[in-house]
């Protein structure tokens, strides 16, 4: 019997990396698990391309929205946006910890300002009729203290926000860049099993390191949903045993080779459409054969930017080393 929880599995909003073409490649290796955009600033919508930032591939369903910004009036234009656009959900960054972020004021250092964000979620939540999540950290700066990422999810959830997605490290406001706030501020999975058990009406899906079935196991035990980052980019052939292991579906018969078939027509469509090469297409795709022999010598020929003139179809056939491909590396 398939699950029927809509935050079960999710692919995590990572900027520069979950666009829609990457988006695109993660659903062709599972149906169910839940897709999240790179975070768009409420600015970059209201004064920018519209379209540009908010289109998307029906192919991408379900498909959230994860928004940056802390005025609600500018939220609930964004939101609504959103939805127009067909977008499945809104999220709001919480936990997003870069120094360009903070300037604008949003992102982690909204934790400190649990009223605000639970005004935004309102403002939203009046706006639209799809679900508006948070995604946010455990804490901030030196703030270790369990009660204030209890008093923060406690404030926003009376604003009507159901689900919370949280990344279980602190985020350090300074001293760290973004990267290492993703690696140094110690995994605490603790106190998020902690907010389940006071808030068990609420939906909480855990954030932060998983990187195996293992983990996984462990954390839906406890948990409503993981989501998972750059693990699912890194080695996304991993995505594709989800929906038999996580959500009931009958046994995968996909092959590496048909996903990158699929993906090689879909970079033709891309072309066609909009009159770019496929290599900004393909970049997504390079972990596909992860820890595979040969993997190595596939990835150099789809990563070669000597080759963006080529038909897609020809340089797969270069990557496998088939005999109808020309050689591509000579000087």
């Known amino acids: 019997m398939p699950q029927t929880q809509p935050w079960r599995l999710s692919v995590a909003p990572m900027i520069d990396w979950t666009d829609r073409h990457c988006r695109y490649f993660h659903r062709l290796l599972s149906r169910e698990a839940r897709l999240y955009t790179e975070m768009i600033t409420t600015g970059a919508l209201l004064h920018g391309d519209v379209a540009r930032h908010l289109r998307f591939n029906a192919e991408e369903h379900p498909v959230a929205l994860q928004l940056g910004g802390s005025e609600p009036e500018d939220l609930a234009r964004c939101a609504k946006l959103g939805e127009q656009w067909g977008y499945d959900e809104i999220n709001l960054n919480c936990g997003c910890p870069s120094e360009r972020v903070q300037r604008g004021a949003f992102g982690a250092c909204l934790m400190a300002e649990p009223q605000l964000v639970a005004d935004g979620v309102k403002a939203m939540r009046d706006a639209v009729s799809v679900p508006v999540t948070v995604k946010h950290r455990i804490g901030i700066d030196r703030v270790e203290r369990y009660e204030?990422?209890?008093?923060?999810?406690?404030?926003?959830?009376?604003?009507?926000?159901?689900t919370f997605i949280v990344h279980a490290r602190n985020a350090w406001l300074q001293g760290l860049s973004p990267k290492e706030n993703r690696e140094i501020p110690p995994l605490r999975y603790e106190l998020v099993h902690r907010l389940k058990h006071d808030f068990p009406q609420l939906s909480i899906v855990i954030n932060g390191g998983?990187?195996?079935?293992?983990?996984l196991d462990r954390e839906l035990r406890l948990l409503d949903g993981a989501m998972i980052g750059r693990e699912a980019y890194h080695n996304p052939w991993w995505?594709?045993?989800?929906?038999?292991?996580?959500?009931?579906?009958?046994?995968?018969?996909?092959?590496?080779?048909?996903?990158?078939?699929?993906?090689?027509?879909?970079?033709?469509?891309?072309?066609?459409?909009?009159?770019?090469?496929?290599?900004?297409?393909?970049?997504?795709?390079?972990?596909?054969?992860?820890?595979?022999?040969?993997?190595?010598?596939?990835?150099?020929?789809?990563?070669?930017?000597?080759?963006?003139?080529?038909?897609?179809?020809?340089?797969?056939?270069l990557a496998h080393g088939r005999d109808d491909a020309r050689e591509p590396l000579a000087a």
């Open 239 to 317: 995505l594709a045993s989800w929906d038999e292991r996580y959500f009931g579906a009958e046994p995968s018969t996909l092959t590496r080779e048909a996903v990158e078939a699929q993906m090689v027509d879909y970079m033709l469509r891309v072309m066609a459409e909009e009159g770019v090469s496929w290599y900004g297409v393909a970049r997504h795709m390079l972990g596909l054969r992860h820890g595979l022999p040969g993997a190595r010598r596939w990835r150099q020929v789809w990563s070669d930017h000597r080759l963006k003139a080529r038909d897609p179809h020809e340089v797969m056939a």
């Open 148 to 162: 204030f990422v209890r008093d923060f999810v406690g404030t926003v959830a009376e604003a009507g926000c159901t």
């Open 210 to 215: 998983l990187n195996s079935d293992a983990q």
